[in-house]
């Protein structure tokens, strides 16, 4: 909670969007005001809270909690114009057919845009104090949130010069320090997404130091451990009992997974943190306030 931005990502459909409306929801408690980003477009978040998102618009989700949807187009057109001033001058230049297609063609440079819109949000004061206390960036899934991340340094290596240099060398400022930026994986108990979250922290490079949390999703609950399962069922002999443990053992099947998932998480240099199943996936905020309670201590 003393960062300034929080990137959270992890595999597609592990609960990474969950995961990033509970971390916000959890700082906005705390009395934080915070901004919950999504970036490439994505309006999904608004929604849990009862809201209609907004196009490239803050807006006010609870107290103290407020969404922003950013593509990069947006973000370029706000920067390019904060610059020129002249709003037609910059669709004459940018918005046709042979620079558009320029643009998409340079690696990293929508990534990058999104990034700097971010490290401007983070810049931002008002009446000499920041403006927002956090952020948390609802990030793209591993490859492209891994992208995303290495844009800043692509961009440098790049250019070596000039003004793309520049910016670039700016946004990693703040995006390659430990201090102001964490980084937030999240992961199922299932080999998959841990194999995918482990090789994700391998990638990570310089990244690495700025892991502040682990966070294994849809936990369910475990009446026993592996173990004690093991010792029990032995007893089971009569027809009803085989009938219910063939139930059991699927559910212990999962705890199984779930230890597994554990123990192998255990190798990243971070603090773990789980958070429950709770048996449906179209969430509310009622849901996710029982979330944020669940992740506020591991904050």
């Known amino acids: 909670m003393d960062k300034r931005v929080l990137f959270v990502t992890g595999k597609g459909g592990v609960g990474k969007s969950t995961l990033a409306a509970s971390v916000a929801l959890a700082a906005a408690l705390r009395g934080k005001r915070v901004l919950l980003v999504e970036t490439h477009g994505s309006k999904r978040l608004p929604g849990v809270f009862g809201k ?3 196009d490239y618009r803050v807006q006010h989700l609870t107290s103290n909690l407020h969404h922003l949807s950013v593509t990069s187009s947006k973000a370029l057109e706000e920067y390019i114009v904060g610059v020129i001033k002249i709003r037609a001058l910059y669709k004459l230049v940018f918005r046709n057919r042979v620079m558009g297609p320029f643009m998409d063609a340079v ?9 700097g819109k971010v490290m401007d949000l983070e810049r931002a004061s008002e009446r000499g104090r920041p403006e927002w ?23 440098m290596e790049l250019t070596r010069t000039g003004p793309f240099y520049e910016n670039a060398k700016l946004v990693q400022s703040i995006w390659g320090d430990p201090k102001r930026t964490g980084l937030l994986l999240v992961t199922l ?87 429950p199943f709770l048996g449906h996936r179209d969430l509310n905020l009622a849901d996710i306030t029982q979330l944020a309670q669940q992740i506020e201590g591991a904050l």
């Open 52 to 54: 209609r998102a907004l």
């Open 107 to 115: 690696p990293g440079l929508h990534e990058l845009i999104q990034l």
């Open 133 to 155: 206390d956090l952020i948390v960036v609802d990030a793209p899934a591993t490859g492209h949130g891994l992208s995303m991340l290495n844009a800043p340094a692509s961009m």
């Open 189 to 275: 108990p299932e080999a998959m997404p841990v194999n995918e979250t482990l090789d994700l922290y391998a990638r990570l490079g310089d990244y690495q130091k700025q892991l502040a949390l682990c966070v294994l999703n849809e936990v369910h609950t475990a009446p026993a451990t592996s173990a004690q399962w093991a010792h029990a069922s032995a007893h089971f002999e009569t027809p009803a009992l085989q009938a219910a443990k063939k139930l059991a053992d699927r559910h212990m099947g999962r705890v199984h997974r779930q230890e597994q998932a554990r123990e192998r998480l255990s190798a990243l240099p971070c603090p773990q943190a789980e958070l």
